[in-house]
């Protein structure tokens, strides 16, 4: 036996273990590393003996086992040492031999008085090896949702009689392997003054990597949810004052502003009006809002659209509504800049209503607020009416479930390695944290707030920088915590195996897929982005696409433009499993790069025809086949030579028509129809056929899904599927 082993089942150090071997006087070198069978006997024997001396207390040496974990005793041998213990109790008074190995040494000041010391534990397990554990109170020790009696007692070190003794109490009857529930073990476990924590449920691969938020979210507890800031993200044509627009709010309105305000931000920041924050996201232009979208993740709850009122829609405003709708996102409506001369706030009512957004004031339901991010004016209006769409919203998160979050932004930093911006949806992230970040795995080593001050913790709805990754994450990437390193790095591993094995890409797809998805019923229309080289060109085929209708298929244009495929374009189509379609354009080599990584396919034509042509036949092919029933034949049944479970031989007479082999039949009872069947083979004497004709009688070997009775009329047709027409 190792003596590193020896000393965990003696419950004692190798310094005191060695110091015990002196006193024995064993052959054991200073340098020796284990210990003969005999040798730890006589060590357990020495240790069971009671060694008395005048001057110690029995409180002393309950006070001392409460830091030692003493393994192979026995029940019997437990018995014995507490009713020991009772007796000497009675006369206040033991000795020790051995104080080392069991009590601290002590002056006569240092005795410990029973009343303010807490209540020895003395609890055995059963099995290979048993322990006692002393003075050990108030533990917390995590076990899964659900556990075996037999691990349960391994887990709080407490015999399995002992839990099942008190479980039968309590009229709940198990054996060691029984399993039972959380709510369960942790009324067990108070009884032994310990509490459980229940182990954190990690979130499977496919969740984390679909990035679906609504079905990651759903281990929020209800009871635990509480009110959440809002999260909103700004969005407009350049130079309509989206940033002087957020440049306002930060400096008025930012919460725990410096002093010397804010000369760097981590991509999104929060801001306060009256007592309430709102997290803001200030993303680069559209393509990180693209690019989070594309990987299934939607961190925003609302869409402020800033649009200037002397220049009112542009085409960065037509991109930036086309992305909002297709994420299904409320949109808010800022028309910026109302202290110049030449603003019309009617003109870009009237242009933004082309779009489908039509403002209040006219009937319509879009919120337009007029502001100036220059003077302020309206702006605390605007602010005003953030936060009643979030109360209509009712946005809740739990703070008290292991974190979700969805990163930002990222990128490499000389000093602290991969940084990461991250957006917590639900829970809290803690400094110390092992998390998941797409195939990347770490340990939170720091966090920073939107201000740059480091906090030790982030909950619900704040964006937070957080360092300590094994490598740099991509935008839209959901971090989850889980409970250790180990799990950590295997769920990283798993993740990083099922995009390999299922050539996952970031949420694109090609037009095969596309039309398998239409087919299966997943799908009901063709998503184009939509490329011309000239306004009128574009207007063109806007128009003979529309003409193309279908009550089961059609194609929707999410966004048009005049110019040439952009990387934006190519996003906008993978997040909304869609295509490119170009007119007379080009593509540069990183679109190519990008549409092959995206798995989104790019179709560029120079006939306007050639390209309507394409779509209807895409469309044609994605329509279900009309079926349709043909009848052929009609025949009677005269006799039943032979059945077994479903497959008849039967004798028919046919009536009219025709009886083709493999050919579907009714069959009618009483001019009713009963059940149906199908055709085997056909006999006419000894001769297999594929047809028989009126008049004539044949053997008929079938399946039916009736009883098939003499007398019974069989009516004979077939399927034809023809192809639907647009």
Not at 70 to 86: A, F
Not at 268 to 273: G, P
Not at 287 to 303: H, K, N, P, S, Y
Not at 424 to 433: A, C, P, Q
Request: proline residues 3%; glycine residues 8%; hydrophobic residues 40%.
């Amino acid at each position: 036996m190792q003596i590193k082993e020896g000393c965990g089942k003696l419950g004692l150090t190798e310094k005191e273990l060695r110091g015990i071997v002196q006193d024995l006087k064993l052959p054991i070198g200073a340098r020796a590393k284990t210990l003969t069978a005999a040798q730890f006997e006589q060590i357990q024997n020495y240790l069971g003996t009671p060694h008395i001396e005048e001057t110690s207390f029995v409180e002393d040496v309950i006070q001392a086992e409460k830091n030692k974990v003493v393994e192979g005793i026995s029940l019997e041998e437990e018995k014995i040492m507490r009713e020991l213990e009772e007796e000497e109790l009675k006369k206040q008074k033991i000795k020790s031999r051995r104080k080392k190995a069991l009590v601290p040494e002590e002056t006569p000041t240092e005795k410990v008085n029973l009343e303010k010391s807490k209540a020895t534990e003395i609890e055995t397990t059963i099995g290979e090896e048993h322990k006692i554990t002393c003075g050990e109170q108030d533990r917390t020790i995590t076990i899964p949702e659900v556990i075996s009696i037999k691990e349960l007692a391994e887990k709080i070190v407490v015999s399995a009689p002992s839990i099942i003794e008190k479980l039968i109490k309590n009229g709940i009857f198990v054996t060691i392997n029984h399993k039972i529930d959380f709510e369960t073990a942790s009324l067990i476990a108070d009884e032994f003054k310990i509490k459980l924590k229940q182990e954190i449920k990690t979130i499977s691969s496919e969740d984390l990597l679909s990035g679906n938020l609504e079905n990651l979210l759903k281990q929020d507890n209800p009871e635990d949810q509480v009110i959440r800031p809002p999260i909103v993200t700004i969005m407009g044509h350049v130079d309509h004052g989206k940033t002087k627009l957020l440049d306002y709010i930060r400096k008025t309105n930012v919460v725990d502003l410096e002093a010397g305000g804010i000369t760097q931000h981590i991509g999104a920041y929060q801001a306060e009006h009256k007592g309430r924050k709102i997290t803001f996201l200030d993303t680069p232009g559209h393509e990180a809002f693209t690019a989070m979208r594309a990987r299934g993740a939607r961190v925003t709850d609302l869409v402020i659209l800033v649009v200037a009122a002397d220049e009112s829609v542009k085409p960065q405003t037509e991109e930036a509504i086309s992305h909002t709708k297709e994420a299904g996102v409320p949109l808010i409506v800022a028309i910026n800049k109302v202290d110049k001369p030449e603003a019309n706030i009617e003109k870009v009512k009237g242009d933004l209503a082309k779009f489908d957004l039509i403002p209040e004031d006219w009937g319509g339901k879009t919120i337009m607020v007029p502001v100036s991010a220059l003077t302020g004016k309206g702006m605390d209006g605007l602010l005003e009416t953030i936060l009643l769409v979030a109360d209509l919203a009712n946005l809740k998160a739990d703070p008290k479930r292991p974190a979700i979050g969805t990163v930002i932004e990222a990128v490499l930093d000389k000093n602290l390695g991969p940084v990461a911006t991250v957006l917590i949806n639900s829970g809290t992230l803690k400094i110390g944290d092992h998390v998941v970040v797409g195939e990347i795995y770490g340990k939170i080593k720091s966090l920073k707030d939107h201000t740059l001050k480091n906090i030790k913790q982030a909950g619900p709805s704040t964006p937070v920088r957080v360092a300590g990754l094994s490598e740099t994450p991509q935008a839209g990437d959901i971090l989850q915590v889980v409970p250790e390193e180990k799990t950590a790095k295997a769920k990283a591993l798993e993740i990083k195996e099922l995009r390999k094995a299922k050539k996952l890409r970031t949420g694109g797809m090609d037009m095969e897929e596309i039309i398998n998805l239409i087919k299966q019923g997943q799908m009901k229309q063709l998503k184009i982005v939509l490329k011309a080289d000239t306004k009128g060109s574009l207007e063109a085929i806007r128009q003979s696409l529309a003409k193309i209708k279908s009550e089961e298929v059609g194609v929707r244009i999410i966004h048009s433009g005049v110019g040439n495929i952009t990387e934006t374009d190519v996003l906008m189509a993978s997040a909304s499993r869609g295509i490119v379609i170009g007119f007379d354009v080009v593509t540069t080599p990183q679109v190519d790069r990008l549409s092959e990584r995206e798995s989104t396919e790019i179709r560029i034509y120079r006939i306007i025809y050639k390209l309507i042509e394409e779509i209807q036949a895409i469309l044609t092919g994605m329509l279900s086949p009309e079926i349709k029933e043909v009848d052929f034949g009609e025949g009677e049944v005269l006799k039943l030579f032979y059945f077994k479970k479903k497959e008849y031989t039967i004798g028919v007479r046919v009536n009219s028509g025709r009886i083709e082999n493999k050919a579907k039949f009714q069959i009618m009872q009483n001019s009713v129809v009963v059940g149906e069947g199908s055709v085997l083979s056909l006999q006419k004497q000894t001769t297999v056929v594929k047809e028989v004709k009126e008049g004539e009688e044949c053997g008929l070997k079938c399946e039916s899904s009736v009883k098939i009775n003499e007398g019974d009329k069989l009516r004979f047709y077939k399927i034809e599927k023809k192809q639907k027409k647009l």
